[in-house]
């Protein structure tokens, strides 16, 4: 059977602000990625303030068009844009002169679903989210950003491996270990594995 190609409608939005100066295409993709972009910023920088600052200066790189889109099959909008980010995340740590062993080590560190902080209790609408999200940061930091990915941003492996800079295999295999982590945390928590 033959694939089909659909086309990467927020791609198409971006395309058209770029070329046309169509500000509402721009504000769809403000108001469809915002909140999303603040939960995945704020597993880098543990702040919810400066997360919704990277998030802004997220979408002030879209606007001045330094970083280029390109559609390909493969690698839609979504993914290119959260790549986006997770480079403002670390070049805001960089600036800070917050230095780890791995940036990404620190992804989602101490996290807990906060019903106070408005982006994380919106995206966190259900309890499995929230046991999900509570349960990430007792896992290697490396299968929560790709698990991060997966289950809250519902992207593809191939998606998730732009992101992350490992190659298919890797992902993969960071997603089965990861899940197996989790499976063990719930366990641990009298909790079964449902997801």
Do not use: C
Not at 73 to 83: E, M, P, Q, R, S
Not at 88 to 114: C, G, P, T, Y
């Amino acid at each position: 059977m033959e694939s089909i190609h659909m086309p990467d409608n927020d791609g198409l939005l971006y395309t058209r602000f770029l070329t046309s100066g169509d500000q509402n295409a721009l504000e769809v993709l403000f108001s469809k990625y915002r909140e999303s972009l603040v939960l995945f910023i704020y597993g880098f920088v543990q702040n919810i303030d400066i997360a919704e600052e990277l998030m802004m200066d997220t979408f002030a790189v879209l606007v001045s068009g330094v970083a280029r889109y390109k559609e390909k099959d493969n690698a839609l909008f979504k993914t290119w844009l959260f790549a986006v980010a997770k480079n403002q995340a670390f070049l805001h740590l960089r600036k800070q002169r917050i230095w780890f062993v791995s940036l990404e080590k620190e992804f989602l560190d101490n996290m807990e679903a906060d019903a106070s902080t408005q982006p994380i209790a919106v995206l966190l609408k259900t309890e499995r989210d929230a046991q999900l999200y509570r349960s990430l940061k007792a896992i290697d930091a490396n299968y929560r950003q790709a698990l991060y990915l997966q289950y809250f941003e519902d992207m593809k492996p191939e998606q998730i491996s732009r992101i992350i800079k490992k190659n298919i295999k890797q992902t993969y295999n960071l997603l089965a270990r990861g899940k197996e982590a989790l499976r063990a945390i719930y366990a641990k928590m009298g909790h079964s594995w449902d997801i």
